[in-house]
């Protein structure tokens, strides 16, 4: 009678392998992207670039447009998370605005192929029913909006609705992100940021 041998288990799964070899295709085809513009960009460069082959990169995005979009995600996700890091160190609600602030406004200095990426999936993906940069602006604006609502009942800052503040400061960045990469500037971010600042928080009337 032959006795039943156990099957050695196969090699585990790498998580930290696969989340590494991820985060490398993202980046590769973030510069491939920027550089030569979703539509004449191929998947093969990034897997040239990598040194891998095609299909590895099908195995973990299904197609050219959802590793676009997620390409997307990623860069969006850091913004998010250098604006929250910023003012999380901050000691004052005030501080925390001025942080957050700067911190957009420098990620996207450092950062100008991310802004090449906004206007891409805006050109390529019209038909989304949000993009990327606006879906992660709703899923982050309820901590700004507590924070002037705090603002408000200790009579630091005026009693308007809270959204139209941050609503204001949204579009004011995001016209200077843009306004930065198309026009540069010859401010320092640490100036830039100022001069935001100085009108957001003193108006520009006289008292």
Known sequence: ????????????????ARSRRRQAILESATDV??????????????????????????????????LFLAVVDAAVLRLRHEVDQAAEHASTPLDQIAAGIRAYLAYFRHHPEVVEL????????????????????????????????ALIADGIVRPIPVGSITDVISEVLYGAMFTNHFNGT????????????DILFHGILSR
């Open 186 to 197: 010859s401010k320092s971010i640490d100036e830039q940021c100022q001069e935001v600042l």
């Open 33 to 66: 992207f920027a550089e030569h513009g979703f539509a004449a960009s191929d998947v093969q460069q990034i897997a040239d670039d990598l040194g891998i082959g095609k299909g590895t990169v099908y195995r973990y995005f299904s197609n050219k447009e959802s």
């Open 1 to 16: 009678m032959k006795t039943k041998t156990s099957r050695k288990p196969g090699r585990p799964v790498d998580k930290t």
């Open 118 to 149: 906004l206007i891409q999936e805006r050109a390529h993906f019209r038909d989304r029913e949000q993009s990327t940069y606006f879906h992660h602006r709703d899923q982050s604006i309820a901590r700004w909006n507590d924070l002037y609502r």
